[in-house]
């Protein structure tokens, strides 16, 4: 069993690490908490997971050639250093590249967590095949990729940040500090808080009051899921934000496909419906593009991260 792989993604809740082969075949997986603590904290945790999924391929960390690593941005990719992960402070200004490098005994290649996923989708996932794609993750934030002729598409290092289109002048404060950001409308965490906003306005029928704890976005997904006006609302309302943004993205780059990830896509129809009508009553001609559910779940980070080592020594 030669030509082995490892993909790690770094989240702020879990890391997942995936052991794949030349092929893109994957042997082995890992998936465990995010530890507490500093940057080495992180790092053991990072390489105790690597073993586990090595242990799961029924291989040895030896036996891998190169690894990739999804972390959250911004990054400075020249150094290999996260720069400010406010999701997962302990990390930012920490090498992470080469105390990976150093730990693993191999090369090891970054690159930011929705980067990762859309050379993921892109290469084993639901856009296979296809030279120009859109990835967008839908989670507690917002992040994309784009992948162009067939090569993720960097800019200057700091492409694809979706979640930081201006969907809505004087919106809602993001925490990137801009106003009415896609990611301050339609994110799991942006449905929390109009669901509270709407609740303490008087909003008083909904099953969101029903356990007294404050909304989450998955709280609101479920109570839209079950039927629940005011949440099913308050999804429509992002789903349509969302297909301002991707109306823009069609009129810019005219996609061939958007895959749409992350945790609140598991939604399917009811984000991806209103996305898809307010796309299509915004492009210049009425122009459209196939807009559909991720194919990589959860594995989507540590998948792309394998595509990212496989690239990385091909060079
Ligand atoms: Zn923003």
């Known amino acids: 069993m030669d030509g082995l792989y490892l993909g790690l993604d770094l989240g702020g809740t879990k890391v997942a690490v995936a052991v794949g082969d030349d092929e893109g075949n994957l042997r082995g997986k890992a998936v465990q908490p995010t530890p507490q603590g500093d940057g ?4 053991a945790g990072l390489l105790g997971a ?3 999924a090595c242990r799961d391929a029924g291989c040895r960390l ?7 690593v999804g972390a959250p941005g911004p990054l400075d990719l020249g150094r290999g250093i996260v720069l400010k992960a406010p999701n997962l402070p302990s990390v930012s200004g920490f090498p992470l590249r080469e105390k990976l490098a150093e730990g693993l005994k191999v090369p090891v ?12 989708e892109h290469r084993l996932g639901g856009g296979r095949g296809y030279r120009d794609l859109i990835y967008i993750t839908v989670s507690t934030g917002v992040g994309g990729g784009l992948i162009l002729g067939g090569q993720l598409y960097r800019g200057r290092g700091a492409a694809g940040e979706i ?6 002048i004087d919106g809602p404060l993001c925490s990137c500090g801009n ?8 994110s799991g965490t942006a449905m929390a808080k109009a669901a509270e906003a709407e609740l303490a306005a008087g909003e008083g029928k909904s099953s969101l009051l029903a356990n007294g704890r404050p909304a989450t976005g998955a709280t609101v997904g479920e109570a839209a899921q079950a039927g629940d006006p005011l949440a099913g609302k308050l999804v429509a309302r992002a789903g349509a934000f969302l297909g301002v943004a991707l109306a823009d993205l069609v009129n810019l780059l005219d996609p061939e496909l958007i895959l749409i990830g992350g945790g609140v896509s598991r939604l399917g129809d009811l984000l991806l419906d209103p ?7 915004r492009t210049l001609g009425g122009r459209t593009c196939p807009v559909r559910v991720a194919a990589l779940g959860g594995m989507v980070g540590a998948v792309g991260a ?3 080592a496989m690239d990385g020594l091909a060079g």
Request: contains cysteine; glycine residues 10%; hydrophobic residues 60%.
């Open 50 to 52: 690597a073993d586990a």
């Open 275 to 281: 996305a898809r009508a307010e796309m299509a009553g």
């Open 163 to 168: 979640g930081h289109l201006i969907v809505q």
């Open 179 to 186: 106003h009415g950001c896609l990611e301050a409308v339609a």
């Open 306 to 308: 394998l595509v990212l």
């Open 109 to 120: 290649f970054m690159d930011n967590d929705a980067n990762v996923a859309a050379l993921g």
């Open 40 to 43: 080495e904290a992180v790092l």
């Open 62 to 68: 030896d036996q891998v050639k190169a690894a990739g």
